[in-house]
């Protein structure tokens, strides 16, 4: 377990990730991390958008339902 300390950025508030929290994370400098609520009630803290992987849930459903038609309108 990683753990850090609130600090000072500017005029907000951030945290500082360790080269070996970045390397765990798969992040870099410009990455952008999300606050995930967890169904127990915590909190995680991913580089996966849970937004883009709910639409590409979708997107995989409508492929598989309706891949005949898709067939027919690639022709």
């Known amino acids: 377990m990683l753990a850090f300390k609130i600090t000072t950025v500017g005029g907000s508030a951030g945290i500082i990730l360790t080269k070996e929290a970045m390397a765990q994370l798969k992040v870099k400098k410009g ?3 999300f606050l995930t609520e967890t169904p127990d009630g915590g909190y995680r803290l991913t ?10 849930r979708l997107a ?4 598989h339902d ?9 022709k």
Do not use: G, K, N, V
């Open 60 to 63: 995989e459903d409508i492929l």
């Open 31 to 33: 990455d952008t991390l």
């Open 47 to 56: 580089p996966y958008d849970p937004e883009f992987e709910r639409q590409m």
């Open 66 to 74: 309706d891949r005949e038609i898709l067939r027919a309108l690639a």
